[in-house]
């Protein structure tokens, strides 16, 4: 697949940074650019955009990982959004006390 940024049909960037597989087969890629969700068995992508509900809040997508909910935790250049499938809403997370998650995140690893 190629990047061709103004075809929602197409990856919104050619630089991948991070990529998570949910549940249904899904295939979340993270970019220098957005973020996109693949459905292999559809052969569609589907692009959330940034600063909106239905996005995430900075276009840099540095880490992803889904969890056992379903629920997609980005990191972004500008924080950490958690995405609910369910709502297809994603949620900016800022963190308590000293942990602050409004920063560039760039990994991200579930407790087992």
């Known amino acids: 697949m190629k990047s061709h ?3 929602a049909t197409s990856f919104i960037a050619g630089l991948v940074f991070a990529l998570a597989e949910d549940s249904r087969g899904g295939i979340w890629v993270g970019s220098e650019a957005g973020l996109d969700r693949i459905d292999p068995a559809a052969g569609k992508i589907q692009r959330f955009p940034v600063g909106s ?10 880490a992803l990982t889904v969890d056992a909910a379903d629920r997609v935790w980005v990191g972004t250049h500008g924080g950490l959004d958690l995405y609910d ?5 994603f949620a900016p997370l800022s963190g308590a006390g000293k942990v602050k998650l409004d920063k560039s995140i760039n990994a991200i690893t579930q407790d087992r």
């Not at 509900?53 to 540095?62: D, L």
Request: hydrophobic share 30%; net charge positive.
């Open 5 to 7: 940024p103004f075809d």
């Open 53 to 62: 509900p239905q996005g995430t809040r900075h276009a840099r997508i540095w």
């Open 85 to 89: 499938p369910t709502t297809g809403v």
